[in-house]
């Protein structure tokens, strides 16, 4: 539990940061890049951004999904996130997901990844409200904001 609340505040801090700062498009030290290219064959549309020279966020596309990562300066990669399909999440998750939200569907997956440990956030849709819902692979859910449509 505690790595899982590490992941998710790692994830956020590192989300929060390059969305609250004022992040540039930049290039990435030797490091770091030989870090990026050994763990991310095949990426493409590649584009570095930082906002304090400290770390470092690269934003590309691999096997047709978007995906983030995040690396400190000497080249150690933090964390990870990336679109998913919902035919991507584990079978566990989405037949609870089904069981306790009837009448909703997926709409977005975005999977965090650091280390051993990964969360999902999976926004359900129904017909009045959107629902975030934070889980992992063995299906522990939790609501993490429900939002009304206008």
Known sequence: MKKLILLLSAALLLSANVLLASPYETTANTKINSTFNESFTGATDVKWYTDD????TAKFTMSNTKVTAFFKEDGTLLATSRYLQAEQLP????GKLNKKYPGTSIYCVVEYNSGDNVVYFVTLESADTWTVIKTDADANIKVHSRLKKA
Do not use: E, G, S, Y
């Open 91 to 94: 079978l566990k998750v989405t």
């Open 53 to 56: 020279n400290k770390t470092f």
